[in-house]
């Protein structure tokens, strides 16, 4: 595509539930990049992969954060047992490597009631 | 420990001003600098980067930004600014590229007509 795509764009998630985050990067880009952004804040880092390996998970807040990239294209960031710190807008990037300019996705808006 | 600083939360310039927002940062090394612009509903978006080299930088939109390593300082500029400037910006630090970005709070720039 000619963007990073994020679906859904807008997420209410009921405390507990589990939900999931689609990241289709730009097609051809080997790095990708999760981050969650709090209301006023900037993003903070969540995990980065390289192809489909995940070379750091070390921003996931917690064991109920997970992500993943199967096939080194789209990625999926999986939320278990929400609760209401999760609410953020949860934002992705790509690049073509590490090293070349990141292209951000809208972001999807997660609130947790 | 690296972080990065926004001091100004909000900044209103009239059209057609001079503008500069402050970022400063904490950091052992030489780092790669960027600045982002988020605009409502849009992902966000390089303005600029800094990596070695010239400390000033021009980017897109008629932006530009010095690094200036004594005062541990990335201040964005433009001349003139437009209506359509009017954004959330970000200054971002990275040890190497794009990787593990640590974020300022952003500066929400509003344009008096």
């Known amino acids: 595509g000619a963007g990073v795509s994020q679906s859904p764009r807008y997420k209410v998630a009921k405390r507990g539930q589990d939900v999931a985050l689609r990241c289709d990067p730009i097609?051809?880009?080997?790095?990708l990049f999760w981050y969650q952004q709090a209301l006023g804040q900037g993003p903070e880092f969540l995990t980065y992969?390289?192809?489909?390996?995940?070379?750091?998970k070390s921003g996931l807040p917690s064991d109920r954060f997970f992500a993943e990239r199967p096939e080194g294209s789209v990625s999926t960031l999986k939320i278990q047992r929400t609760q209401q710190e999760d609410s953020a807008v949860y934002l992705c990037?790509?690049?073509?490597?590490?090293?070349?300019?990141?292209?951000f996705g809208q972001g999807t808006r997660l609130t947790v009631v | 420990a690296q972080s990065v600083t926004q001091p100004d939360i909000h900044i209103t310039v009239s059209e057609g001003a001079s503008l500069e927002l402050r970022c400063n940062y904490s950091?052992?090394?030489?780092?790669?600098l960027f600045w982002y612009v988020q605009s409502p509903g849009q992902g966000l978006q390089l303005l600029l980067k800094?990596?070695?080299?010239d400390t000033l930088v021009q980017g897109i939109k008629g932006f530009e930004a010095e690094f200036k390593r004594s005062q541990s300082s990335f201040n964005l500029r433009k001349p003139s600014v437009h209506w359509s400037d009017a954004a959330e910006y970000f200054c971002?630090?990275?040890?190497?590229?794009?990787?593990?970005?640590?974020w300022g709070a952003g500066t929400k720039l509003i344009i008096k007509p």
């Open positions: 800094y990596f070695s080299g």
């Open positions: 990037a790509s690049s073509a490597d590490g090293n070349t300019e990141a292209f």
């Open positions: 950091y052992g090394a030489t780092p790669y």
């Open positions: 097609s051809g880009h080997v790095s």
């Open positions: 992969f390289q192809n489909e390996a995940q070379l750091d």
């Open positions: 971002a630090l990275g040890q190497d590229s794009n990787y593990q970005l640590i």
